[in-house]
Nanobody, 123 residues
Framework: QAQLVESGGGLVQAGGSLRLSCAASGRSFDAYAMAWFRQKPGRERDFVATVNRNGEDTKYADSVKGRFTISRDNAKNMLYLQMNSLRLEDTALYYC????????????????WGQGTQVTVSS
């Protein structure tokens, strides 16, 4: 069983930056592809970005491409999401997740989830 704990969320002005972190424990971190999803109130949980097991390949939602960067440090069992040029519409609860499937954008493919960290972008 993998445990995932997100941190780094907060309140930021539009145009600003935040870096989210996800600490993993339990099973071998590098056995899983990892991803970030986000959920707005009353909405489905949406894919944001994913990275493969060795960190060399990534995929992004069109809405964040060029602004967000996903990365991982397998030696530290950590996943990151660098978020730049934040917009009001980026406000959401952000979750990290783990899957045995590489580069999946489907939330149903993800076995393990963190509890989420809130990101609020203000004008």
């Amino acid at each position: 069983q993998a445990q995932l704990v997100e941190s780094g969320g907060g309140l930021v002005q539009a145009g600003g930056s935040l870096r989210l972190s996800c600490a993993a424990s339990g099973r071998s971190f590098d056995a899983y592809a990892m991803a970030w999803f986000r959920q707005k109130p009353g909405r489905e949980r949406d894919f944001v970005a994913t990275v493969n097991r060795n960190g060399e390949d990534t995929k992004y939602a069109d809405s964040v491409k060029g602004r967000f960067t996903i990365s991982r440090d397998n030696a530290k069992n950590m996943l990151y999401l660098q978020m730049n040029s934040l917009r009001l519409e980026d406000t959401a609860l952000y979750y990290c997740a783990a899957t045995p499937f590489s580069l999946s954008v489907e939330k149903n493919d993800y076995n393990y989830w963190g509890q989420g960290t809130q990101v609020t972008v203000s004008s």
